[in-house]
């Protein structure tokens, strides 16, 4: 965008205009808010868990300087710790959770565009004060009036405002998680809280001014009114200290109503967060493996818990570590839980599902197993627009639905149907071939088909396949698979050059396999 002179008449407004529109371009600012944005607010970043447990440390050490101060004398270095160092560092995260609350640049500039647009007279000074208060609206939120009081306690001379240093306590409920879900649910709850604060209020009111108006004059215990809702409030919450009692027959039946009531509603409070928390508890534990997972540099998501997804932890279960399965059906889920994997209630074919998982720095690879077709290529198409190269295996239903599999994205499509057709007509027209075929595939130690990979070490980088002895090895050679172009060639030629990414296609016994592997990055083969 080019910033256009002469649009605003007020003073500076062409330099306030120009020193927003150098932001808006500057990718290092960008870059720097970004980084300051994932620091405080980015739960799978390392360096946030760093900065969290630095921050409950300082909240717990100035705590403690409070605590201590009490009754003993501090040194100077506690004091000065107390004063510069922990309100200093609550002051700049404070700032700092000011300046990513929005982007004013980007906000300006397009207040500048639109008026552009509209051939509208563009004014610097009211677009900034509107920008400004959007801005400062960030200070009446409850998380930012809490961290600007616990900055407070840094006024040493008003020795009142030390107590403000409890407040760094609520700052615990944005750096401890689990505190945070506690708050959360009790949050998704309000409706039935406030209506049994309600009903509470309601009820100590009324047993208060039934006790102040039978008792006062006989009971030397109730002076005011303040006394009567104490008395109420103490007898409703059960715990009877016993400092006011009612005299009067007519103030022990009241007694005995109000600690009825305190016992239904104590009751009704207790099934209403546990009810709370048994809704909750399943969401948290979903949330931990998707974490777990989301750890991992490599790692599958299987859509689908059914028969192709139980032979295939079977064959596979070793080398599967990093994976996750995700089924809509929770008894499907239950039976995977209690199979031992790691399975959530989830539906794969939505675009938020696939989402939770960390798909930027790792490499990811679903594998839809659902009956579904239909189902099959909305997990592929989401997947394919979150990222291109999260690498995508689809089962189909038929031959029928390779296209739309293909146009989906997909980059390997499974027959199961027609390769149990296939195997079948094998083993009872050619029982042999069958036999040979199925010890291939099923790793019998008469045969295995394996793949080679050639990495950035191994020792093959630029070997022609006529230089490898893999006689030598008692290995047949398939073919490669060319990383390049993805192409494979069968039985290749013996002056084809074997470069990094390529993939050699091998079939022997899995000892021999091992070690030619073991030798292509130890010495030449």
Not at 395 to 404: E, L, N, P, Q
Not at 422 to 435: F, Q
Request: with cysteine; net charge positive; proline share 2%.
């Amino acid at each position: 965008m080019k910033i256009t002179p002469g649009r605003d008449k007020e003073p500076f407004g062409e330099k306030i205009t120009a020193f927003f529109d150098k932001l808006h371009k500057s990718k290092r600012y960008k870059r720097a808010k970004s980084a300051v944005r994932t620091l405080l607010e980015d739960p799978t970043s390392r360096f946030k868990k760093i900065f969290d447990l630095t921050i409950i440390f300082l909240i717990l050490s100035s705590v403690f300087i409070l605590i201590y101060e009490v009754k003993h004398p501090i040194p100077k270095w506690m004091d000065i710790y107390d004063i510069y160092v922990v309100s200093f560092v609550f002051l700049i995260e404070y700032l700092l959770r000011l300046w990513i609350y929005n982007d004013l640049s980007d906000e300006f500039i397009s207040e500048y565009d639109r008026s552009i647009k509209l051939g509208m007279e563009f004014r610097v000074w009211k677009t900034l004060a509107a920008l400004s208060v959007k801005k400062l609206s960030y200070v009446i939120k409850p998380a930012a009036i809490v961290d600007m009081l616990a900055i407070l306690p840094a006024y040493r001379p008003l020795r009142v405002l030390r107590i403000f240093v409890l407040f760094r306590f609520l700052k615990l409920l944005r750096y401890t998680r689990s505190i945070n879900q506690f708050v959360e649910v009790l949050a998704n709850k309000r409706f039935e809280l406030i209506t049994l604060l309600i009903l509470l209020m309601f009820v100590v009111t009324t047993g208060g001014i039934a006790i102040y108006v039978l008792e006062e004059t006989h009971n030397p215990n109730i002076n005011t009114i303040f006394d009567a809702l104490y008395w109420s409030l103490v007898t409703i919450s059960t715990v009877g200290y016993g400092d006011i009692s009612p005299v009067s027959d007519f103030g022990r039946v009241i007694s005995m109503v109000i600690i009825l009531f305190g016992i239904a509603m104590l009751s009704f409070a207790t099934s209403v967060i546990v009810s709370a928390f048994s809704e909750k508890l399943n969401e948290l534990k979903e949330e931990r493996v998707v974490e777990e997972v989301n750890k991992n540099s490599e790692f599958y998501i299987i859509c689908g818990y059914g028969q192709m997804t139980k032979m295939f932890f079977r064959l596979a279960k070793k080398e599967m570590k990093n994976y996750i399965i995700l089924d809509k059906d929770s008894d499907r889920v239950a039976e995977a839980i209690q199979g031992g994997y790691k399975a959530i209630k989830d539906d794969a074919s939505r675009h938020d599902t696939l989402e939770r998982f960390r798909t930027a720095n790792s490499k990811v690879t679903i594998l839809c197993m659902s009956h579904d077709d239909v189902e099959n290529i909305y997990i592929t198409l989401n997947a394919k627009s979150i990222s291109r190269d999260i690498k995508v295996i689809a089962r189909a239903g038929s031959v029928d639905m390779i296209k739309k599999y293909e146009r989906a994205g997909a980059d390997h499509i499974l027959l199961p149907n027609e390769v149990a057709s296939r195997m079948m007509m094998s083993a009872i027209l050619r029982p042999r071939v069958y036999e040979a075929i199925h010890g291939i595939l099923t790793g019998d130690e008469k045969a295995l088909l394996d793949e080679i990979d050639i990495s950035r070490h191994s020792k093959l980088i630029g070997r022609k396949v006529k230089d490898i002895d893999f006689r030598g090895f008692r290995l047949l050679f398939i073919g490669i698979n060319k990383g390049d172009s993805g192409e494979f060639i069968f039985n290749p030629d013996r002056e084809v050059e074997l470069r990094m990414g390529d993939t050699l296609l091998v079939m022997g016994h899995r000892i021999n396999i091992e070690y030619f592997r073991e030798m292509s990055f130890t010495e030449n083969v």
